[in-house]
């Protein structure tokens, strides 16, 4: 069984479908010819989260027969990805779908129907990619390139239509649609980073500037990237994990006969595979601002809607009903020794410490966006994401740079109930949290083994501040911790001026009371809230 094998006049479905996997209902010939012709989306970035997201919920709607075209994909960065996962395969790739109950689902994706490099050094490809932006029907660029991508600098914005960073690449063929005769077209990225329209936009704007100025390019071309008539950046909010290809699900896809199933590794160190493996759940919130119309990817479960609610959604997901959650997770997990998050949520005390988190404390501070329940969408975090056992995650990797992220995952909802004038006395497990950091930067765990804190820039700094306490010693001065929950970088407000230094403090000296002081005290808070 290989992907290649679907497009075989005589392939049979019997074998396939038999073995649960899900292949495509509609013309994948048709629909490339009529995307290569009248192509609609494009999409920059080329990694796993494309291809088990944007790519599979576009098959999705594909499937129902509602819509007619693919998506072309380009790749700005690492380009074996192109030559070594995509070209092979003739795009196709498989969806591996890792199930909470610890079963898979698989579905071949077929909507990919061409891939590119996008850089001039590849002369074809570039050629291709200037015909499509210069494409009247070219509704929507797409982007996940991470938050990295969207970096622009002095040196490259002196290049020219010859810039080698992303957005110089995209300014330089949206210069051919403005040429092509100043056609609209919506720059949509669906990257995981807050307000991420605005980079698009930033990155644009700046080349375009910079080109104007050095006298590149017409001026009118500023006004056409800067008229929302004709180019859009909405925001999006995007949530779904692909972790590297697993070998648990190699090992089940070649037990099928399946035998597209090796990892291919770049030299750029990206791990991928003609398979994709990924969490069943999965969100896409875009704002519904297309100059040119857009592909109807709410076949596939996408939804559409304002601004202000795609801020609201990416508000709740970021600071009360998920993020806050994973960084509590983290904190006492790698404190009590875990190295998975899946294995975390067996634990009752740190399954109730993060349910009652977001149930209790978090929830009366949540804006409901609407289109999304908050209860519901903790209920899908508590009982389904987090538990999967596929999901190779650790609380290790969760806690990297943990300390940039206190004042956004708590501080905005200690903020919202002073702001509120709401009861300061029902955030008990929240101090909690952040009295759990001070013992975590000992980097000593529960039984007072060492381990190695994740990366953070400023743990050293930190770690200073902490390091006249010793855990297990009784009658210690704790004024130290002045220096550390009076810091606004940090937590986003002085937790003194705000009222919670003390019972913080309290905590801290329970938690390092001694060898097991860290379940001791989760267990009594938790048990008590």
């Not at 403005?178 to 698009?200: E, I, M, R, W, Y």
């Not at 936009?201 to 050095?214: C, F, L, N, Q, T």
């Not at 969760?398 to 708590?410: C, E, G, H, N, V």
């Amino acid at each position: 069984m290989k992907l290649n094998d679907i497009l075989s006049e005589n392939f049979q479905t019997a074998e396939w479908e038999a073995k649960g996997y899900q292949l495509p209902h509609y013309d994948i010939a048709a629909v490339a010819k009529k995307t290569h012709d009248e192509p609609t989306w494009i999409h920059f970035g080329a990694g796993n989260i494309f291809r088990a997201f944007p790519a599979a919920i576009l098959n999705d709607a594909l499937n129902t027969g509602k819509y007619d075209r693919g998506v072309i994909v380009a790749e700005s960065f690492d380009y074996e990805i192109i030559d070594k996962a995509y070209r092979p395969y003739h795009n196709l790739s498989l969806l591996v779908s890792l199930q909470s109950n610890g079963t898979i689902e698989k579905k071949v994706i077929a909507s990919i129907t061409e891939s590119l490099k996008a850089d001039k050094q590849f002369g074809e490809d570039w050629a291709r990619l200037v015909q499509i932006f210069q494409a009247p029907s070219l509704q929507m660029v797409t982007f996940t390139i991470t938050e990295k991508g969207y970096s622009f600098n002095d040196a490259d914005l002196a290049r020219g239509l010859d810039a080698v960073f992303a957005m110089g690449k995209l300014t330089a063929l949206l210069y051919e649609r403005f040429k092509a005769g100043k056609l609209p077209v919506t720059l949509q990225s669906t990257d995981n980073c807050s307000h991420n329209g605005d980079h698009v936009k930033a990155g644009v704007k700046a080349y375009a500037e910079r080109w104007v100025k050095d006298g590149i390019v017409e001026a009118d071309f500023l006004d056409y990237i800067n008229d929302d008539k004709k180019v859009t950046y909405p925001w999006s909010m995007i949530d779904k994990i692909t972790p590297r290809p697993h070998e648990k699900v190699q090992a089940m896809l070649a037990e099928d006969g399946f035998e597209d199933n090796d990892t291919i590794i770049t030299e750029k160190h990206t791990f991928t595979a003609p398979f994709v493996n990924a969490e069943e759940v999965q969100y896409l919130v875009c704002e519904d601002t297309y100059t040119n119309g857009r592909p109807p990817l709410e076949l596939g479960g996408a939804l559409y809607t304002t601004r202000k609610t795609v801020d609201e959604v990416e508000t709740m997901k970021v600071t009360t009903c998920l993020n806050p959650l994973h960084t509590a997770m983290s904190i006492y997990g790698c404190m009590l020794d875990y190295t998975l998050i899946s294995a975390e949520m067996a634990d009752e005390d740190l399954r109730a410490f993060i349910q009652k988190i977001g149930y209790i404390e978090a929830m009366p501070v949540v804006t409901d966006p609407g289109v999304l329940n908050p209860y519901e969408f903790i209920g899908t975090v508590i009982n389904k994401r987090l538990p999967n056992p596929f999901m190779p995650d650790a609380p290790q990797r969760i806690a990297t740079d943990t300390s940039q992220k206190l004042s956004i995952r708590f501080g905005e909802t200690i903020k919202k109930y002073i702001d509120r004038g709401l009861d300061k006395n029902n955030l008990i497990l929240i101090p909690l949290v952040l009295a759990g950091y001070a013992r975590y930067l000992m980097a000593l765990d529960d039984n007072l083994k060492p381990f190695e804190p994740s990366s953070d820039p400023l743990l050293a700094e930190l770690q200073t501040i902490v390091a006249p306490l010793e855990v297990g010693k009784a009658d210690q001065d704790y004024s130290c911790l002045k220096n550390l929950y009076s810091r606004k970088d940090v937590f986003g407000l002085d937790l003194y001026e705000a009222g919670f230094g003390e019972q913080i403090e309290g905590m801290v000296k329970e938690l390092f009371a001694g060898k097991g002081a860290v379940r001791q005290t989760l267990h009594k808070y938790v048990a008590a809230r």
